[in-house]
């Protein structure tokens, strides 16, 4: 398998072509210049020895050196073997409410915003364990089943949004019956929920759903998105295409409110806990510490190993393209000038 460490180097092999182009112009406007002395047979006879095709095989073998530098810098490496490797690893589900009421803004820029933010730091911290992912609303939705697929777990979370959700509510019931679903029940080892959600449930069966989750060795984590003050809830008004917000009966906004004791009640009953969402990384680690205490289990995983590298080939043809070069003389006659060098 080949790669490049460090890829960002290669756009700056687009200084190859740019010195090529400046030094014609720089030749041009040479060449212009003398011109202005007088006939150009003449000055030509004045500088018999100058030779315009020396200048540019100089100038050649210095593009090649930094072409071969800036490539190396790159460090192309190359995977000599394909082995599999044991590791310990959890299975662990990731439930993100998308309804409607997590674009309240009582906690900067958005409830939404700021669950899909935290998620991306938690995914970044669980490197190693095996993730899925669920969005609910009216009912629960398999975004990802358990993968080790990092980047395209976060690629789903920052596209979440409530237009994905079929219908409106949360169900937090299903989201718990959906993961218990992807986890294996027979499986001795332990596996966690972390449930991101502003808790307006309206349903009953979301604790009962916890306890037979732990029946099953799950514990749910319940982190809680929102203000006990409340916000309104932002929507679009299909007939103006204006943002609004949802109202009563009598016409008065309708305040979305973080149910804590729901969330705590469902921690509870599953063993696991509640955080409320705060800013910074400190709760991040927090939920990574407590998922850290999960019993693993071990799994097989094929991985690329021995990758060697070849930077310092490129380097060093890159060096001695460049010694060459400065060796070489841009007069007819004698290819290599070493006089300069020695100080003569």
Not at 149 to 168: V, W
Request: charged share 25%; aromatic share 12%; with cysteine.
């Amino acid at each position: 398998m080949f790669r490049f460490e460090e890829p960002f180097y290669l756009y700056t092999l687009v200084l190859v072509p740019l010195v090529l182009v400046l030094f014609f112009l720089l030749l041009k406007w040479k060449k212009a210049r003398l011109n202005r002395f007088g006939d150009p047979e003449v000055v030509h006879r004045l500088m018999p020895e100058w030779s315009q095709k020396r200048e540019w095989f100089k100038m050649g073998l210095f593009s090649t050196s930094l072409l071969f530098l800036l490539v190396a810098m790159a460090n192309p490496q190359w995977g000599t073997r394909k082995q599999k490797v044991k590791a310990k690893s959890a299975d662990i589900v990731i439930a993100l409410d998308i309804s409607q009421s997590m674009l309240a803004t009582d906690i900067s820029p958005s409830r939404m915003d700021k669950a899909k933010r935290f998620s991306s730091q938690l995914i970044k911290q669980l490197k190693g364990e095996r993730l899925g992912l669920i969005f609910f609303a009216g009912s629960a939705y398999l975004q990802m089943p358990l993968t080790a697929d990092y980047a395209a777990t976060e690629l789903f979370i920052k596209s979440a949004n409530p237009r994905q959700a079929g219908t409106q509510g949360t169900v937090i019931a299903d989201a718990i019956n959906l993961t218990s679903s992807i986890f294996s029940n027979d499986s001795p080892y332990q596996k966690a929920l972390v449930l991101i959600t502003d808790g307006e449930n309206h349903e009953s069966e979301a604790i009962d759903a916890a306890r037979e989750a732990a029946k099953n060795g799950t514990f749910i984590f319940c982190i809680g998105v929102g203000s006990q003050e409340g916000a309104p809830v932002p929507f679009i008004d299909p007939q103006s295409g204006r943002e609004t917000y949802k109202k009563d009966s009598s016409g008065f906004p309708i305040k979305s409110k973080l149910n804590i004791p729901l969330l705590q009640d469902i921690a509870e009953a599953a063993n696991g806990r509640f955080f409320l969402l705060d800013d910074g990384f400190s709760l991040t680690n927090k939920i990574v510490n407590e998922l850290s205490k999960i019993e693993k289990q071990e799994v097989e995983q094929r991985s690329f190993t021995d990758f060697n590298s070849y930077f310092q080939f490129l380097l060093a043809l890159g060096l001695l393209a460049l010694i060459i070069e400065s060796f070489i003389s841009n007069k007819k006659g004698k290819l290599f000038e070493f006089k300069k060098w020695l100080g003569l």
